[in-house]
């Protein structure tokens, strides 16, 4: 994906919008239960092209965690369950999952494809647990 300079700057000056805020204050209500975009959208009443941004920032700045839970949505596909959590804590980063390791492991094939250059796909490929690498052979 290309970004043009101007987007890079817009991002990093970007400060917490009144979305984002709704969103947390969200999450945050729903306790240990969690919440999906999906409800923030039905609940909130906002668009998903507010909602989802702001959960993405929200996590990317430590307040949300992305869980490995997923819970249907209102049109029957599933979404992944966010919790809150303080930035800092020992909880804030989130945790490397299955599906992370995966996706870490295409998206170093996709680059490797296009560069030529299959350091990344290797590194990924052993960080895959030897039961899910046999798995992928088969």
């Known amino acids: 994906m290309i970004y043009r300079d101007t987007s890079r700057a817009a ?3 970007a400060t917490t919008t009144s979305n984002e805020i709704r969103v947390l204050a969200f999450v945050k209500s729903a306790g240990s239960h969690g ?3 999906d409800e923030a959208i ?3 009443g906002l668009a998903h092209q507010s909602a989802s941004p702001a959960f993405t920032m929200l996590e990317r700045k430590g307040w949300l965690r992305r869980t490995d839970r997923r ?3 209102s049109t029957g596909a599933q979404a992944a369950v966010y919790i809150y959590t303080e ?3 020992l909880f804030s980063s989130p945790k490397v999952g299955k599906v992370d390791t995966l996706r870490a492991l295409i998206w170093a094939a996709l680059a490797a ?3 030529g250059d299959w350091t990344a796909f290797n590194e990924a490929w052993g960080a895959l ?4 690498r046999a798995r992928i052979q088969r």
């Open 11 to 13: 991002y990093s000056t």
């Open 35 to 37: 919440a999906t975009c």
């Open 42 to 44: 039905c609940i909130l």
């Open 71 to 73: 819970r249907d949505t």
């Open 87 to 89: 930035p800092g804590t």
């Open 113 to 115: 494809r296009h560069t």
């Open 129 to 132: 647990p030897q039961a899910e």
